[in-house]
């Protein structure tokens, strides 16, 4: 599995049902399971983004139904970056001429 950080910023239609966040958090848990992902953390963030995700998911095709299926919601808009372990980052430099 690859971990992948995800950046979120609410829209209108999402600041607005704020309340209803938490419900919307536990959905995001289960299209993540359904998927064959893990939603790992999730953090309320102050600053330029909203909130964080942090997942393991099997690839990129996965991730990015992932994203999409929960920003077509109009709550969140997305933004996911592929996050690589301190092994994995060792294995890359390595493999470097």
């Keep these: 599995m ?3 950080v995800t950046l979120l910023r609410f829209t ?6 704020i309340k209803q966040r938490p419900t919307r958090l536990k959905a995001a848990e289960a299209a993540f399971q359904a998927a064959g992902s893990e939603l790992k953390q999730f953090y309320l963030t ?3 983004y909203d909130a964080v995700i942090v997942s393991d998911v099997p690839d990129d095709e996965t991730v990015a139904k992932l994203a999409l299926g929960v920003g077509s919601q109009g709550n969140v808009r997305t933004d996911t970056l ?6 994995e980052y060792r294995k890359i430099i390595a493999a470097l001429p």
């Design 2 to 4: 690859a971990t992948y």
């Design 82 to 87: 592929r996050a690589f372990t301190e092994d």
């Design 46 to 48: 102050a600053g330029r």
């Design 12 to 17: 209108q239609q999402g600041i607005q049902n």
